[in-house]
């Protein structure tokens, strides 16, 4: 049973473009929601993170919206370069110390220039 | 401030060998995870360590697999009687509260 429902698999935007990925969840004992960056052969890098009571976090060009009663959130990178081409994995951890880290499936993000 | 360290990066095994994978967490934590990835998939949980004590172990297989992190010393990750299906990227991470930090990865090849 996949516990965090990870979508598109694959994703081509135009350089200046805004990416949108999303994740649903089941189990509300998550509480944490993290976003991963990974390139080829390197591990995966924390980039953006919520908590279940707030309903958007922005750094910079990266804005996580959270959709607590639907239990669904998304990462959208806005003015999106080349650069950002990469895997991007969302993450959901259990309430407390104890819990473990679930990943989704992950998204293969192109930018085109 | 040096990040996690695993060792070795790249890792050949022949079918049958054992494989030991080595993490250092970042100073000061006391928690890690270990992932495994095959090449084009996600990070599956396999366990997750404090010192000395074994937190969760509910993505470990049953057989040939096992993971310690001792008092003094690095996590380890080992896998008895290597075959190929365990060829993959092996992550650890450690944990400031809830943020998790990642190694670079061992890649395993078994031949």
């Known amino acids: 049973q996949q516990q965090v429902k990870q979508s598109p698999q694959s994703l081509i935007v135009q350089k200046g473009g805004i990416s949108i990925i999303n994740c649903a969840y089941e189990n509300t004992a998550f509480d944490y929601f993290p976003w991963y960056q990974q390139f080829p052969g390197k591990g995966p890098a924390l980039l953006i993170a919520?908590?279940?009571?707030?309903s958007e976090k922005k750094e910079g060009r990266f804005t996580i919206s959270f959709n607590k009663s639907a239990k669904q959130f998304s990462l959208h990178i806005m003015d999106s370069q080349p650069g950002d081409s990469a895997t991007y994995f969302c993450?959901?951890?259990?309430?407390?110390?104890?819990?473990?880290?679930?990943f989704g499936k992950g998204t293969k993000l192109s930018v085109k220039p | 401030n040096a990040g996690v360290m695993q060792n070795p990066r790249h890792l050949v095994r022949r079918r049958g060998q054992e494989a030991r994978l080595r993490c250092s967490p970042m100073?000061?934590?006391?928690?890690v995870y270990w992932y495994r990835q095959l090449p084009e998939e996600g990070l599956k949980f396999m366990v997750y360590l404090q010192k000395e004590n074994i937190i969760d172990e509910s993505g470990m297989p049953k057989e040939r697999f096992s993971a310690e992190f001792p008092k003094e010393g690095p996590s380890i990750l080992r896998i008895q009687q290597v075959v190929r299906g365990d060829s993959a990227a092996y992550f650890c991470a450690s944990l400031r509260d809830t943020e998790a930090f990642f190694g670079q990865g061992t890649r395993l090849t078994v031949v």
């Open positions: 100073k000061g934590h006391s928690h």
């Open positions: 919520i908590r279940p009571d707030v």
């Open positions: 993450a959901a951890k259990y309430r407390g110390s104890q819990g473990n880290l679930i």
